[in-house]
């Protein structure tokens, strides 16, 4: 089983940033790769970014590219999420997810995440 705990959303000004962080708890951190979504009022959620088990591998949806960045510390338990040059269209609760242990590269569909956290509000005013 794996607990995860997402924090640092919170509402910033159109070209602002703000840091995600992730602390998962339970099975070994280092055993599975991580990932962020994200879901809008209306909207299905969506994938962000995802990062292998060891870090040295990461894929950004397009809409993302070159304006965030996804990172992990294996010992400290934590994925990140740096999100600069923010828009209002990345207004969202946005979700931390975990595969499950021994799936160690990038996936960018939900369905191949095991574990979810609550999710932290993000909000981006124009």
């Known amino acids: 089983q794996v607990q995860l705990v997402e924090s640092g959303g919170g509402l910033v000004q159109a070209g602002g940033s703000l840091r995600l962080s992730c602390a998962a708890s339970g099975r070994a951190f280092s055993t599975y790769a991580m990932g962020w979504f994200r879901q809008a009022p209306g909207k299905e959620r969506e994938f962000v970014a995802s990062?292998?088990?060891?870090?040295?591998?990461?894929v950004p949806a397009d809409s993302v590219k070159g304006r965030f960045t996804i990172s992990r510390d294996n010992a400290k338990n934590t994925v990140y999420l740096q999100m600069n040059s923010l828009e209002p269209e990345d207004t969202a609760v946005y979700y931390c997810?975990?595969?499950?242990?021994?799936?160690?590269?990038?996936?960018?569909?939900?369905?191949?995440?095991?574990?979810w956290g609550q999710g932290t509000q993000v909000t981006v005013s124009s």
């Open positions: 997810a975990a595969r499950h242990p021994g799936r160690t590269s990038v996936a960018r569909t939900d369905r191949e995440y095991g574990y």
């Open positions: 990062i292998s088990w060891s870090g040295g591998s990461t």
